[in-house]
């Protein structure tokens, strides 16, 4: 099975201009307000703090992930949505047999979800572990990988 979420990160360089606009005029309102008589307040910065967090947060969650387990392999991949189209940038990958899925866990929150995975290794104890955004990959979608390495770590369990 193939998932991608393009479709859905499309929207985050918009969110991403927009956070930018609304910053610079609240600068530039803030600036105009300095050179009046009344005195500036911290609530007329609140507003930039506010856009501010909310600028973090997009570039926290604002990456496409694309998950392949046909074939023999299983391939997971962050990567950067802003500059997506010139440049791979933020990129995290995790290219390994199936036979090496250990297990996984999905984290589910309201704003956030990730997939962790753990892979084991002959070379040492233990799992290495991988977590990966999938925060705008739809509910079906999610379903549907999350069946595919369900799938998978059960077959490991049936042979082992």
């Known amino acids: 099975m193939r998932f991608t979420n393009k479709n ?7 969110i991403y201009i927009v956070l930018v606009a609304i910053f610079v005029t609240n600068i530039f309102v803030n600036i105009e307000l300095m050179s009046s008589d009344e005195p500036v307040r911290f609530s007329h910065y609140l507003p930039n703090i506010v856009v501010l967090l909310l600028g973090f947060y997009v570039h926290r969650i604002g990456q496409s992930f694309d998950f ?5 392999t299983l391939n997971l991949k962050n990567n950067g949505v802003f500059f997506s189209k010139f440049m791979e940038y933020r990129v995290q990958k995790a290219e390994f047999p199936k036979r090496k899925l250990g297990k996984f866990r999905v984290s589910d929150y309201f704003f956030y979800s990730a997939v962790t995975i753990y892979i084991s290794s002959r070379r040492r104890r233990g799992y290495k572990k991988y977590t990966f955004n999938t925060t705008f990959l739809s509910r079906k ?9 369900q799938k998978i770590v059960d077959n490991q369990k049936t042979t082992a």
């Open 141 to 149: 979608k999610k379903r549907g990988m999350i069946a595919s390495m």
């Open 8 to 14: 859905e990160v499309k929207i985050v360089p918009s």
């Open 68 to 72: 392949d387990s046909d074939g023999e």
